[in-house]
């Protein structure tokens, strides 16, 4: 493993690897992964210690989406078998960052379906629940598709800590995946939130059929962006859109991608979302000891993630600590009201 032997991290420091030296770096982990995990995790430790933070989401508007998103099980495009409705309730979504306050998680985000909000009602409506996030002592986030710098300014001032909006892919992968919209939209958002003042989450999701040079063109982006959060999904097909029939990626593949993550985003958040469960299994825990620093716990937009309990004990079981503590997590993951939806399949 010579390429992990030179690259200590010293040399790497805050600015990562270059993108040469990730592309070997996956030669060598197809080789030896646990080595790549275990040279990952020692950058993880120097720039995050062991402290593993949660947060949580809603899916507070469902379905209808216009964006053609090959993967989206919300997209107007495609026929799934999820529920669409129209934005919650503010003290609905309040109440559902107290259960993932209660779960663990140090923050909530707020997700909308669609290119973005335009109607003032649901603006208020928006408002009001980051009032009642914060006065939880949770740090609201929100994702809420493309927006100005006048609204994301507006966001900031209601007490919004972090704005999230995913590239997905690559810009040269992304014309495979979305037709509707341009990348440059995206990354003009993710720079407008950064302009305002906020934290910003913005990453993507693997298994689209992309390549791992794809993988490294992303990470690459984000860190160009100075992203403070990096999100990895991985790919749970759904019935129904384009990439419904995707092979799943294997796990070895998925903690490989992980750790030259954490090589190129040394001291960033690379946050382990959708997917995990589906795609990891009995591999989820190595995905701490490849580089990752925080999970999304609890349910997931349209699909069903695992206990609260679960990841907790599993952190702790590695030797690391949430950065909240639970009060008590609740059986049914973050979300407890599923009446109102249908979990995808």
Same mark, same amino acid.
């Given at each position: 493993?010579?390429?992990?032997?030179?690259?200590?991290?010293?040399?790497?420091?805050?600015?990562?690897?270059?993108?040469?030296?990730?592309?070997? &770096?996956?030669?060598?982990?197809?080789?030896?992964?646990?080595?790549?995990?275990?040279?990952?995790?020692?950058?993880?430790?120097?720039?995050?210690?062991?402290?593993?933070?949660?947060?949580?989401? /809603?899916?507070?508007?469902?379905?209808?989406?216009?964006?053609?998103?090959?993967?989206?099980?919300?997209?107007?495009?495609? !026929? #799934?078998?999820?529920?669409? *409705?129209?934005?919650?309730?503010?003290?609905?979504?309040?109440?559902?960052?107290?259960?993932?306050?209660?779960?663990?998680?140090?923050?909530?985000?707020?997700? @909308?379906?669609? !290119?973005?909000?335009?109607? !003032?009602?649901?603006?208020?409506?928006?408002?009001?629940?980051?009032?009642?996030?914060?006065?939880?002592?949770?740090?609201?986030?929100?994702?809420?598709?493309?927006?100005?710098?006048?609204?994301?300014?507006?966001? !900031?001032?209601?007490?919004?800590?972090? *704005?999230?909006?995913? &590239?997905?892919?690559?810009?040269? *992968?992304?014309?495979?995946?979305?037709?509707? +919209?341009?990348?440059?939209?995206?990354?003009?958002? /993710?720079? @407008?939130?950064?302009?305002?003042?906020?934290?910003?989450?913005?990453?993507?999701?693997?298994?689209?059929?992309?390549?791992?040079? +794809?993988?490294?063109?992303?990470?690459? #982006?984000?860190?160009?962006?100075?992203?403070?959060?990096?999100? /990895?999904?991985?790919?749970?097909?759904?019935?129904? @859109?384009?990439?419904?029939?995707?092979?799943?990626?294997?796990?070895?593949?998925? $903690?490989?991608?992980?750790?030259?993550?954490?090589?190129?985003?040394?001291?960033?958040?690379?946050?382990?979302?959708?997917?995990?469960?589906?795609?990891?299994?009995?591999? $989820?825990?190595?995905?701490?000891?490849?580089?990752?620093?925080?999970?999304?716990?609890?349910?997931?937009? @349209?699909?069903?993630?695992?206990?609260?309990? $679960?990841?907790?004990?599993?952190?702790?079981?590695?030797?690391?600590?949430? #950065?909240?503590?639970?009060? +008590?997590?609740?059986?049914?993951?973050?979300?407890?009201?599923?009446?109102?939806?249908?979990?995808?399949?």
């Amino acid at each position: 493993m010579a390429i992990i032997e030179r690259l200590k991290i010293k040399s790497i420091k805050n600015k990562g690897v270059e993108g040469n030296d990730a592309w070997r &770096l996956c030669e060598e982990g197809s080789l030896n992964p646990f080595g790549l995990m275990a040279a990952a995790s020692e950058i993880r430790d120097h720039f995050k210690g062991k402290a593993i933070s949660f947060c949580g989401i /809603v899916n507070a508007k469902s379905g209808r989406c216009s964006e053609d998103c090959a993967f989206c099980a919300q997209s107007a495009h495609y !026929k #799934t078998n999820i529920q669409a *409705y129209p934005l919650k309730k503010a003290d609905d979504i309040i109440a559902a960052a107290q259960r993932a306050r209660t779960a663990g998680a140090e923050m909530f985000g707020v997700v @909308t379906s669609g !290119k973005g909000i335009k109607s !003032k009602k649901e603006w208020a409506e928006i408002f009001r629940a980051i009032e009642g996030i914060r006065n939880l002592g949770v740090l609201p986030c929100a994702s809420l598709g493309i927006i100005s710098g006048e609204r994301a300014r507006s966001l !900031k001032d209601a007490g919004l800590f972090r *704005y999230h909006h995913n &590239l997905e892919t690559s810009r040269s *992968y992304f014309p495979n995946i979305c037709t509707t +919209h341009e990348y440059d939209e995206d990354v003009e958002t /993710v720079r @407008t939130a950064i302009n305002a003042g906020l934290s910003v989450c913005s990453g993507g999701l693997i298994g689209l059929g992309e390549g791992m040079s +794809h993988r490294i063109e992303l990470a690459l #982006t984000l860190r160009e962006l100075a992203v403070d959060s990096v999100p /990895v999904n991985i790919l749970n097909p759904i019935k129904g @859109t384009p990439l419904g029939g995707r092979p799943p990626l294997p796990p070895l593949e998925i $903690l490989i991608t992980i750790a030259v993550f954490r090589f190129l985003l040394p001291g960033r958040d690379i946050r382990l979302c959708g997917g995990k469960e589906k795609s990891l299994r009995q591999l $989820l825990p190595l995905a701490v000891v490849a580089g990752c620093n925080a999970f999304m716990t609890g349910h997931y937009l @349209t699909t069903p993630g695992r206990d609260p309990e $679960l990841d907790v004990e599993m952190i702790r079981d590695l030797g690391f600590m949430p #950065t909240r503590e639970p009060q +008590h997590v609740c059986k049914c993951a973050t979300d407890c009201c599923l009446e109102d939806r249908e979990i995808g399949k």
